[in-house]
């Protein structure tokens, strides 16, 4: 039978796990709406816009370091197997929002050198998959919020669209750099950020590989699809 001072424990835990995971979520929309921001200030070539969502990389960081301080706490206090895995779980998930946070700031740096050129029209292309990111990171973690594993899957495969898109943008300013030398520069900046916003795909699967595990434990993961085929194309007619 449960006592007050039992039912007080629980609740003070249960309080806790909740606050953890609004962190988390909180953290988390800072980082979508600093990539959101990022592929504005490259449409817009706005300099000063950019130092502003640099410098506001340290919040989502500064926001890690409390989760983590706040996972510890609550794995001293002895919980079962499921809440360990809550624990771990937004241990991993904030590391990897901390992560997307970095690539959105990589973007908006180079957004600054990608203005000293002229404008390229692959910025359209590079809006669209920072676009696909967004949606992925968005659904993911309204997915870890409501612990619905098959909302989790349903974004691990759509990482592929993102492979997809992010390859043919790569085989067009392959082919772009090849066709006019002066375009090298810029258009390596962009391959950069376009895999900086690949990679933040790669992160929000990750994130619904984690909320599996919260909710299915060691299940096996279903297989999954990858079309990242960069690193093996090449431009029509090499």
Known sequence: ???PMHDHIVKSYDDEQRRLLNETLRMGEMAAAQLEAALDVVQRRDDKAAERIIANDEAIDTLEHEISHDVMKLALRGPMARDLREILAAIRIAADIERVGDYAANVAKRSTALNLAPPLPHI??????GTLAVKQLRD?????RDGDVEVAQRVRARDAEIDVAY???FRELLTYMMEDARSITPCTHLLFMAKNIERIGDHATNIAENVWFLVRGEDP???????DDSSITAPPGA
């Open 167 to 169: 390859t043919g943008l």
């Open 221 to 227: 993961l279903p297989p999954r699809e990858k079309r």
């Open 124 to 129: 359209a292309g590079l809006h669209a998959l």
């Open 140 to 144: 993911v973690l309204a997915a870890y």
């Open 1 to 3: 039978m449960s006592t």
